[in-house]
């Protein structure tokens, strides 16, 4: 059975910083491009970040740009999202979904995989 599970959530002060896992099971990880979306209350879910299979590829959300960073280890079957300068605006549910192929996508849709999600939360 293909599974993600997604932890590392929490609350954080604005300014902090966060590190989520996403951790596969079930499934070869090298073969799948990875997205972190998330979703706030009342609105659509969004991409934050993708990476390729390989891990060469990557880019981000023009909102957290320069803020945030995924990476991926293949041989732990992990894929991390570290988050900076993290903003009230940053407060969502966050959701890390598998894709099959090399070339990643900032689009929910074309995921076939998802987590369970992790709730980041922004405020003093």
């Known amino acids: 059975q293909l599974q993600l599970v997604e932890s590392g959530g929490g609350l954080v002060q604005p300014g902090g910083s966060l590190s989520l896992s996403c951790a596969a099971s079930?499934?070869?990880?090298?073969?799948?491009?990875i997205g972190w979306f998330r979703q706030a209350p009342g609105k659509e879910r969004v991409g934050v970040s993708w990476?390729?299979?390989?891990?060469?590829?990557?880019d981000y959300a023009d909102s957290v740009k320069g803020r945030f960073t995924i990476a991926r280890d293949n041989a732990k079957t992990t894929v991390y999202l570290h988050m900076n300068s993290l903003e009230p605006e940053d407060t969502a549910v966050y959701y890390c979904?598998?894709?099959?192929?090399?070339?990643?996508?900032?689009?929910?849709?074309?995921?076939?995989?998802w987590g369970q999600g992790t709730q980041v939360t922004v405020s003093s």
């Open positions: 990476i390729s299979s390989s891990g060469d590829l990557r």
């Open positions: 079930g499934f070869t990880l090298d073969r799948y491009s």
């Open positions: 979904a598998a894709q099959r192929g090399p070339m990643p996508s900032p689009w929910p849709y074309e995921y076939d995989y």
